[in-house]
């Protein structure tokens, strides 16, 4: 089996990845973006049991799928999802000292995601989970912007 796309290209991938979510929320920094979508990925994953979360973890690319599971402590309770500014608080909320997470940050994670992924796989893991984790990876754009050539 030959080796799978997303370790061989995991830098060009996150890298496009991580452009797509500063540029949507407007911050300066890969460190500003970084904290941001860690931020969303630790309040999506606390709404998801382990076994969610890694089935979640699985389709992402490798890099993401690193950050998603990284420091997590999976013996904590599963918490309801909340409306998105109640969820987009709690993202704002990590290493607040360190954190200019936009308001919105979940949407815009959301964008690099979609367009980073295969749009089936990623749509086929949220058919899997609660119907409020394919709300909260909803992004405001057409197709054609969620669509990305080869990176």
């Known amino acids: ?3 799978p796309w997303t370790y061989r290209h995991a830098s060009r991938e996150f890298r496009a990845f991580l452009d797509d979510a500063k540029e949507r929320m407007g911050l300066e920094s ?3 973006a970084y904290t941001a979508v860690d931020g969303v990925f630790h309040t ?5 049991t382990p076994d969610q ?6 389709a992402l690319p490798s890099v993401l799928a690193a950050i998603f599971i990284r420091n ?6 599963s918490l309801p999802f909340g409306t998105r500014a109640e969820m987009t608080r709690e993202a704002q909320a990590l290493r607040r000292h360190h ?3 936009p308001d919105n940050a979940i949407e815009a994670t959301a964008f690099a995601l979609w367009r980073v992924m295969n749009s089936a ?4 893991v949220l058919d899997k989970l609660p119907p409020e984790a394919r709300a909260f990876w909803t992004a405001e754009a057409t197709p054609e912007e969620l669509t990305r050539g080869i990176i």
């Open 1 to 3: 089996m030959p080796m």
């Open 30 to 32: 890969d460190n500003m």
């Open 44 to 48: 999506f994953r606390r709404r998801l």
């Open 53 to 58: 979360g890694i089935l979640f973890a699985s």
């Open 72 to 77: 997590w402590d999976v013996t904590a309770p």
């Open 99 to 101: 954190n200019l997470t």
């Open 121 to 124: 796989d990623l749509a086929r």
